[in-house]
């Protein structure tokens, strides 16, 4: 069974940094994109970043750009995220792309984990 | 960049009625990039259209998704009460994806 497990959210200050993990489990990890999707308090969801299985390369959305970073080990998706703005605020969910490649839809995703940046 | 706007914002149907929602594409997209997703409140989103018109594993056929081109929908025959929800429609295309805004599903 797929299980994919977010952790390290929390309260940060703007300006301060912040490590997302997703343990992931069920299936072949390496083989698979992954995403980062974010969610802020009553909003629609936001697609923040992918990285391809495999070949491992990644995309960002505008909004994170230059601020984010994802990467993987073999059993592990992370976002390190820096310079957070209030903005930033939002449910961070990890999920797992049906695909090696970024065109793929989202078919499993973990329950997330709350980032809140504030002063 | 494709901007995907969603319609209505908020729609009030009653148990056994029909749901047609509406998700409209800023540039014309391919039918094999575009996925809708329900969402209860305080859970994940869970997949339940791919490629426009396939139900992922596990989903009643009530739900039913169609659409080509710019213009995309999502019908749900017979709402239940389960059905009471968030929606989203997703292009998951070549980088950036995008969500729609959401079509909320409440109870008349």
């Known amino acids: 069974e797929v299980q994919l497990l977010e952790s390290g959210g929390g309260l940060v200050q703007p300006g301060g940094s912040l490590r997302l993990s997703c343990a992931a489990s069920?299936?072949?990890?390496?083989?698979?994109?992954m995403g980062w999707v974010r969610q802020a308090p009553d909003k629609g969801l936001e697609w923040v970043s992918t990285?391809?299985?495999?070949?491992?390369s990644a995309d960002y959305a505008d909004s994170v750009k230059g601020r984010f970073t994802i990467y993987r080990d073999s059993s592990n998706l992370y976002l390190q995220m820096n310079s957070l703005m209030a903005e930033d605020t939002a449910v961070y969910y990890c999920?797992?792309?049906?695909?090696?490649?970024?065109?793929?839809?989202?078919?499993?995703w973990g329950r997330g984990t709350l980032v809140t940046v504030s002063s | 960049e494709v901007v995907l706007t969603q319609s209505p914002g908020t729609l009030s149907l009653s148990p056994g009625e029909r749901g047609t929602l509406s998700c409209r594409a800023s540039?014309?997209?391919?039918?094999?990039?575009l996925a809708w997703y329900q969402q209860k409140p305080g859970q994940a989103p869970r997949l339940l259209i791919y490629?426009?018109?396939s139900r992922a594993t596990g989903i009643p056929d009530r739900f039913s998704g169609s659409g080509s081109g710019t213009d995309f929908t999502l019908t749900i025959n017979g709402l239940e009460p389960n059905d009471f929800a968030v929606y989203y429609c997703?292009?998951?295309?070549?980088?950036?994806?995008?969500f729609g805004r959401g079509t909320k599903v409440e109870v008349k």
């Open positions: 990285i391809r299985g495999l070949e491992g």
């Open positions: 069920g299936f072949p990890f390496r083989s698979y994109a």
């Open positions: 999920a797992k792309h049906y695909g090696a490649n970024s065109d793929w839809y989202f078919d499993r």
């Open positions: 540039q014309r997209v391919s039918t094999h990039y």
């Open positions: 490629a426009a018109s």
């Open positions: 997703q292009h998951y295309g070549p980088s950036p994806q995008a």
